[in-house]
């Protein structure tokens, strides 16, 4: 069965920084999209980032400028390198997968999905 796990994630100072990551086991995802949502207390989840299968990335206007999000085929993985940190990114965040190749913003277009990792930003 297709699994994603993500990995870390911790807490830090508000402008420091975390890198992410998500390993991919089930399959080979090198002709799919990824990306990268996430869900704080009380709220939605919400789109953070994408990488279609040719590597072309597109971000949520919160994190433009912040955040990267890259794939290694070779290694079925993905990562998010989140700098200059802010309170309002503490969020659980999710790896995904969907069985395509563009990208989407849409949750309900994703097929896959990795049980979250805790990001805590501190002021």
């Known amino acids: 069965q297709v699994q994603l796990v993500e990995s870390g994630g911790g807490e830090v100072q508000a402008g420091g920084s975390l890198r992410l990551s998500c390993a991919a086991s089930?399959?080979?995802?090198?002709?799919?999209?990824m990306g990268w949502f996430r869900q704080a207390p009380g709220k939605e989840r919400e789109f953070v980032a994408a990488?279609?299968?040719?590597?072309?990335?597109y971000y949520a206007d919160s994190v433009k400028g912040r955040f990267t999000i890259s794939r290694d085929n070779t290694k079925n993985s993905m990562y998010l390198e989140m700098n200059s940190l802010k309170p309002e990114d503490t969020a659980v965040y999710y790896c995904?997968?969907?069985?395509?190749?563009?990208?989407?913003?849409?949750?309900?277009?994703?097929?896959?999905w990795g049980q979250g990792t805790q990001v805590t930003v501190s002021s």
């Open positions: 995904t997968v969907r069985r395509g190749i563009g990208n989407t913003v849409y949750q309900f277009d994703y097929d896959y």
């Open positions: 990488i279609s299968q040719s590597g072309r990335t």
């Open positions: 089930g399959g080979t995802f090198s002709s799919y999209a």
